[in-house]
Structure formats: structure tokens, C-alpha cells
């Protein structure tokens, strides 16, 4: 491990809004905000950029980002410590645990911005909106509570929507091109670490908001898996053949 991480390392120990594979956190989460606020987790939040951003939009609610990288989690940590947030904090540990640390019912919202859309079909039950994630998430969002994605993969983004039909989930929005459809929606506005950099070379970003009002059936997983592998090998296939054209 390099110098510059393991200072960093060393800094988030000190942070008390930083929490590393924390014990006994579920159910206490208004108790350390001090507030009965609603609480927005941010999945995968790298460098913390959508937990600040709606930290700042809504200061009336507590946001909380989980990651595993504590590296990426120091800027995000550090950035709303310099900035005097109170209602940021953050969880290192990997996004299957999420359910550990929540108690039923006591998350509002769930954002995925720019998850790893894990394109290879074989990992497909990696991606954050696969069944296995949702069920955890179901654990923890209170009822009427929504989760949303934010991508530039066609591939994650259909994956999702094909989750959401065959499992009868609640979509509430969607926008395959958020610049056309959702310009003027603030949230939407914020930009992730990887969302600058535009390393897919994106030409639209996807956007869809959706509730999970029943359990998710398990014995509809193997159909998951047989369409996924049908319908992403021809997707996959076009979006070649689009990227050729372009290069000619």
C-alpha cells in the first residue's frame, strides 16, 4: 500500500462520521444524527460526490455513503468535514452488508449512481440492482421507500428494467437520456468522480426510479438468468456494430 493511502487510512480512523465495519449501528442511525431526518444511503459512493451533493440540496435530510475503498471514501469524508456537514456520514464495508447495518424500515431512498454495470453475463448477480442486492434493500427501505440509478451503461440500465417487469417492481421514473428528459431536476445534476471523466465515451445517461412493494419471487431467478444471457448476447453484438459504424 502506498504512503498516500495509508495516511489517508490512518485519517478516516479519526473521522467520527466515518464508520469502518461498524457493530450495532442498525436502528440508531437518528440517534447519531441527532435528528428524526430522513436517511438517503449513497451505494458504492467512491469519493462521496451524490451523498454531499444531496447532503447539500437537502439539509434536511442525513446522508449516508458506503464503499469498501476507504481511499476513495477520505475525500468525500474529508471534503464534508472541512465543509462543517453534520448530516453526512459514511460506512466502509462492502454493499452485501448493507442490511446489517439498518434496522426495517429506517432508510427513505437508495441512490445508485454509476454503480460497475459488471458487463461481463457471467457476473450479472454483481450488479447493485440484481435480486440478491434488492432483497437486502428491501430489508431496510421503509414502506412507500425508492431506490434510484443513475448510469451511462444501456447494458445496466436494460438489465434494471428487465428486473423491475419480471419481478412486478413499482417504476415511478425513467429517462434513457436524462439530458433530454430530466435537465432541470437538481439531484440529477450532481456528477460522480467516474461520471467526469466519461470513460464509456457515453452519449446518454439512463435514469430509473422504482419501489419494491412485494418479495421478490427467488424461483424467478433462474429466468432471470436464461433472459439475461439471451437478451444481453445480442445487445452486447449492437452496441459492437454501433461503435464500428461510428469509427467509419
Not at 440517534?31 to 451524490?50: D, H, Q
Not at 477520505?74 to 459514511?90: D, E, H, R
Not at 428491501?138 to 428487465?162: M, R
Amino acid at each position: 500500500m502506498g504512503q498516500k493511502k495509508l495516511i489517508r487510512f490512518a485519517e478516516i480512523a479519526t473521522f467520527d462520521h466515518v464508520l469502518q465495519y461498524p457493530k450495532n449501528t442498525a436502528g440508531k442511525w437518528h440517534e447519531r444524527f441527532n435528528n428524526t431526518n430522513p436517511i438517503v444511503l449513497e451505494l458504492a459512493c467512491g469519493k462521496g460526490e451524490y451523498s454531499i451533493g444531496l447532503a447539500t440540496l437537502y439539509p434536511n435530510k442525513n446522508l449516508i455513503g458506503i464503499d469498501v475503498k476507504g481511499n476513495r471514501i477520505w475525500v468525500g469524508a474529508k471534503k464534508s468535514l472541512q465543509a462543517g456537514m453534520t448530516n453526512v456520514a459514511f460506512i466502509r464495508s462492502q454493499i452485501g452488508m448493507v442490511n446489517n447495518y439498518f434496522s426495517a424500515g429506517e432508510v427513505d431512498e437508495i441512490w445508485l449512481p454509476f454503480p460497475d454495470p459488471q458487463l461481463r453475463i457471467s457476473k450479472s448477480n454483481r450488479r447493485l440492482t440484481h435480486p440478491e442486492f434488492l432483497r437486502k434493500y428491501q430489508q431496510i427501505l421503509k414502506p412507500g421507500g425508492y431506490i434510484n440509478l443513475k448510469t451511462d451503461s444501456p447494458v445496466l440500465f436494460q438489465f434494471t428494467k428487465l428486473v423491475i417487469e419480471l419481478y412486478g417492481l413499482t417504476l415511478l421514473e425513467e429517462s434513457d437520456d436524462i439530458s433530454r428528459d430530466l435537465k432541470q431536476n437538481q439531484e440529477l445534476l450532481i456528477k460522480t468522480h467516474y461520471e467526469g471523466l466519461d470513460i464509456a465515451n457515453s452519449k446518454r445517461i439512463h435514469y430509473l426510479k422504482f419501489a419494491i412493494p412485494n418479495l421478490l419471487d427467488p424461483t424467478t431467478d433462474e429466468r432471470l438468468s436464461t433472459m439475461v444471457r439471451e437478451i444481453e448476447t445480442a445487445l452486447i453484438e449492437g452496441l459492437k456494430d454501433e461503435k464500428e459504424t461510428d469509427r467509419g
